[in-house]
């Protein structure tokens, strides 16, 4: 099972940029999908961008032009590279692999199961 750990968010004023890293012990994004999650205050955890070993990129429609998912299989770590960030972005972001235990949360067809512990980003107005 992969572990994943997250790092880069931070607090940002509208129309910033971050960019998030997940370093992976496990997997890189040639082996498996991997994903970027989050979670607003008071809703559930969403799906934001993956990325497949066949180098597809899925994004939700609120992020489209917005973010990109770029990995360094070199170096196990994915990004996640947000432009123009909005309040509405305001989130805990999580790294996602598949595998992991019975459950977890499919989007585009795949089920992440494997979670980093999260890494804050706020955006203020």
């Known amino acids: 099972q992969a572990n994943l750990l ?3 968010g931070g607090s ?3 129309g910033g940029s971050l960019r998030l890293s997940c370093i992976t012990s496990a997997y890189t994004t040639t082996k498996a999908p991997m994903a970027w999650f ?3 205050p008071g809703k559930q955890r969403e799906g934001v961008a993956a990325l497949t070993p066949s180098t597809r990129t899925y994004y939700a429609d609120s992020v489209k032009g917005r973010f990109t ?3 360094d299989a070199a170096k196990n770590t994915l ?3 947000m432009n123009n960030l909005k309040p509405d972005d305001t989130a805990m972001y999580y ?3 598949t ?3 019975p459950g977890g949360i499919s ?3 795949i089920r992440f199961g494997t979670w980093g512990q999260g890494t804050q980003v706020t955006v203020s107005s």
């Open 12 to 14: 940002v004023q509208t």
């Open 79 to 81: 990004y996640l590279q």
């Open 6 to 8: 997250e790092s880069g």
């Open 69 to 71: 998912i770029p990995e």
């Open 38 to 40: 989050r979670q607003r």
């Open 99 to 101: 595998g992991g235990p």
């Open 107 to 109: 989007w585009q067809g």
């Open 95 to 97: 790294c996602a692999a």
